[in-house]
């Protein structure tokens, strides 16, 4: 897996969807934005140049979603934006019935993420976003990793007519990655050692936590649906894998079983936990390293699924006694 040819500077995931709004209405013209208050002002300009296809529906995300589907039922292609908690959550039965009972297209763009606005409180936060859209058939989810994949995802995915939900976050990696839906590997090893599957944002985490480890690495930017050919392949006959996703915990469980169903095979998952909700400010940092999603924190996982394999697999070559 190698990096893409940069197409942007190095601007926040969120400064990059706004920068895209005016090429992306000006190359699709059945495309139209419809905002619940949050992005008024950035987008201003783009309502100035398309006129009526900047729709601000206030602070109404029900709405919001039922605009879209309606949008979408004349032939439209609803470009919709606002926090994952109201994008997802709030208008829940929305996005089942709206869109999806009458099966329409749209785009969800988020930000916010897991715990990115950790300092406006648990309003704000919704680890519980890709697992919520994954119990919803049809929707594609995608989690970019650099600012210049948003752009990437966005200009494919308003040419289509589907449902698909593009995932910012504050949290990047320092390069952009290929975005065609498959896992890539990105640090080559021997194959019969574990493989450690990163989502999105947290690829350099994952890098960081496993560099001196007996360990391969790859990564996705679209975890829904799970490119599971890609993952068996990848896998090959190592017999040890760890999924290390920027929300829920286990999102990508039922996928990846369903995936290795025929093969003994010890996963771990790692992602914000669920047993205790975190009931703390601070930093997305600072969160980060409570949920264990820091380097440290997928760092004492991996590790600890290395010493299991140790235990379970007599010295096995490849894998060093006791790793810390």
């Excluded at 979408?72 to 009972?101: D, N, W």
């Excluded at 919704?126 to 594609?140: E, I, K, S, Y």
């Excluded at 007996?214 to 760890?242: I, Y």
């Excluded at 096995?316 to 006791?322: D, E, H, K, Q, W």
Aim: aromatic residues 4%; glycine residues 10%; charged residues 20%.
């Amino acid at each position: 897996m190698t990096p893409t040819t940069p197409i942007t500077s190095m601007t926040s995931m969120r400064e990059s969807f706004y920068a895209e709004l005016d090429p992306l209405l000006t190359a699709a013209d059945d495309a139209v934005v419809v905002l619940a208050a949050i992005g008024a002002g950035q987008t201003a300009p783009t309502a100035a140049r398309h006129p009526g296809r900047v729709i601000d529906v206030g602070i109404r995300e029900q709405a919001l979603i039922g605009v879209a589907g309606g949008l979408a039922l004349t032939g439209r292609r609803p470009i919709l934006h606002s926090y994952a908690p109201f994008l997802v959550e709030r208008p829940y039965e929305q996005l089942k019935i709206s869109l999806g009972h009458q099966d329409v297209g749209a785009i969800l763009v988020s930000i916010g993420a897991s715990y990115d606005a950790s300092s406006e409180g648990r309003t704000h936060q919704a680890p519980a976003d890709v697992a919520l859209l994954g119990a919803l058939p049809g929707w594609t989810v995608h989690v970019p990793g650099h600012p210049d994949e948003v752009s990437q995802i966005l200009h494919r995915e308003v040419h289509r007519d589907g449902r698909a939900y593009v995932r910012l976050s504050t949290q990047v990696n320092d390069r952009a990655y290929p975005t065609d839906g498959r896992i890539h590997e990105v640090r080559e090893g021997d194959r019969t050692t574990p493989l450690v599957l990163a989502v999105g944002p947290m690829l350099d985490v994952v890098l960081a936590a496993t560099r001196d480890l007996p360990v391969r690495v790859a990564g996705t930017s679209t975890p829904h649906p799970l490119d599971t050919a890609g993952l068996r392949a990848l896998l090959g006959p190592a017999d040890a894998l760890v999924v290390v996703e920027p929300y829920l915990a286990g999102t990508s469980a039922a996928a990846v079983a369903a995936a290795l169903a025929d093969r003994a095979v010890r996963v771990a998952h790692v992602g914000v936990p669920r047993e205790a909700e975190l009931r703390r400010y601070g930093t997305p940092r600072d969160h980060a390293a409570a949920h264990g999603l820091d380097a440290a924190g997928v760092r004492r996982r991996v590790v600890a699924l290395l010493d299991q394999c140790h235990s379970s697999g007599g010295g096995r070559a490849g894998f060093p006694p006791r790793l810390r």
